[in-house]
């Protein structure tokens, strides 16, 4: 019986190691989750600054003062 106790001991332990993985694994999955909501956001900010400050066409462009 000692020895069956041993097992179940040691699997116990290994489990409870897996557990502590898996949660562990869980909040990096979620904060990096959170790093690409972020970034997604920032990347359509950025994408929208830049279609407002494009290069206009010749015709439209000021000339500069010196002209």
Known sequence: MPQNEERFVNIEVVLAEH????????????????TIDKLLKQNQYLLSRVGEEAVKPQSEETPPPHY
Request: hydrophobic share 40%; glycine share 6%; proline share 0%.
């Open 19 to 34: 557990e502590k993985m898996l949660d562990d694994l869980n909040q990096v999955i979620i904060e990096q989750g959170r």
